[in-house]
């Protein structure tokens, strides 16, 4: 600017002199000498228009949907291919040596059964039992899932007898293997018995008893055979 000059200047809007909206700066210059002159000053440019920010919810939640269902098919796959036990096996009862040994060391005349295929034995041993009589004892449960006992031993006791029957009541009589059997049962417990008394010192008394009906109790004294003595 020339110096005298005085500068005036004010804005013109996109339709003329608003002075209030956007458009451009006009300045009027005056000299010393009279003479007028314009100069035109643009505008500040705009900021730009800020963005929002993107929504990234819905994305975060589709990624943690779809990594589960991946966790749950992968953790299926696995649980298929592992086997699974489907049944405890048990090892077998040796009903055969504990008897030989029981007859070698008592010189009783202890009987075991032969039974046919689908019986299995359960337990053995030869121990104190009611009344603190020695006793020999085997167990087995039949291919119906009943369960049949044998217990044997010398000078039986009312006592014992009534703890290997568990206070059984008497219900008559039956023959079976070429012996009479007294019937039992118990108002206690699920069970039925048959009893054996045996006349003399070392003559020994027989207990059958079990959840198996007399039928099948005589089926199992049928199939009763004398331990050899060696």
């Not at 589960?68 to 298929?80: H, P, S």
Request: net charge neutral; no cysteine.
């Amino acid at each position: 600017m020339v110096a005298g000059e005085v500068t005036l200047s004010r804005r013109v809007g996109p339709s003329g002199p608003t002075g209030d909206r956007g458009g451009s700066s006009y300045g009027w210059a005056f000299g010393d000498d009279g003479s007028v002159s314009t100069t035109s000053v643009p505008d500040t440019a705009p900021a730009p228009a800020v963005q929002p920010p993107a929504r990234r919810g819905l994305g975060n939640l589709r990624s943690m949907v779809i990594s589960m269902v991946v966790i749950m098919a992968a953790g299926l796959v696995w649980f298929a291919m592992v086997p699974r036990v489907r049944e405890i096996s048990q090892p077998a009862v040796d009903v055969t040596s504990v008897a030989r040994q029981v007859r070698h060391e008592t010189s009783w005349a202890i009987s075991q059964p032969q039974l046919p295929a689908g019986w299995k034995a359960t337990n053995v041993r030869f121990a104190v039992a009611g009344d603190g009589l020695r006793t020999w004892h085997a167990g087995y449960l039949s291919p119906e899932g009943n369960y049949v006992s044998i217990d044997q031993t010398q000078q039986a006791t009312d006592a014992w007898i009534s703890a290997q029957t568990s206070n059984g009541r008497a219900e008559g009589t039956l023959s079976a293997g070429g012996a009479t059997w007294q019937k039992l049962s118990s108002g206690e417990t699920v069970q039925r018995s048959l009893v054996s008394r045996g006349s003399g010192s070392i003559a020994l008394s027989t207990v059958l008893s079990g959840t198996a009906p007399y039928a099948q109790l005589a089926q199992f004294a049928e199939a009763l055979q004398p331990v050899p003595a060696s």
